[in-house]
């Protein structure tokens, strides 16, 4: 089992800051990928920002120059720390991992994390 676990959402004012934490644990050989995807109602699951195995870094243009995506040293753990929030970050935010695991035979699949929610107050 992989379980991803996330935390720091919450309700912040315009222009303030947050920071997102998803930690990854259970039976893994190996992390992929790690990233973030948020979701409004009646709205398609989006991309805000990715990071390889490598350290190679992808954000949504909607995101670029406010929020920074970065790991622990262990690379179980990914953060996304978000400045000059605006109205339009509200959403449910989503850690995504690419996992390689190894049960009777390699596999490598896609986790999602619960969800949190952050809320952007005008």
């Known amino acids: 089992q992989v379980h991803l676990v996330e935390s720091g959402g919450g309700l912040v004012q315009a222009g303030g800051s947050l920071r997102l934490s998803c930690a ?22 989006e991309l805000v920002a990715s990071i390889t195995r490598g350290g190679t870094t992808n954000y949504a ?3 670029k120059a406010r929020f920074t995506i970065s790991r ?4 179980n ?11 339009e970050d509200t959403a449910v935010y989503y ?18 994390g619960q969800g949190t929610q952050v809320t952007v107050s005008a």
Not at 77 to 87: A, E, F, G, I, R
């Open 77 to 87: 753990t990914v953060y996304l720390q978000m400045n000059s929030l605006k109205s």
């Open 24 to 45: 990854a644990s259970g039976s893994m050989l190996r992390i992929n990928t790690m990233g973030w995807y948020r979701q409004v109602p009646g709205k398609q699951r």
């Open 95 to 112: 850690c995504n991992a690419l996992i390689t695991r190894y049960t009777t035979a390699l596999n490598t699949a896609e986790y999602w």
């Open 72 to 75: 622990d040293s262990a690379w």
């Open 61 to 63: 243009d909607s995101v």
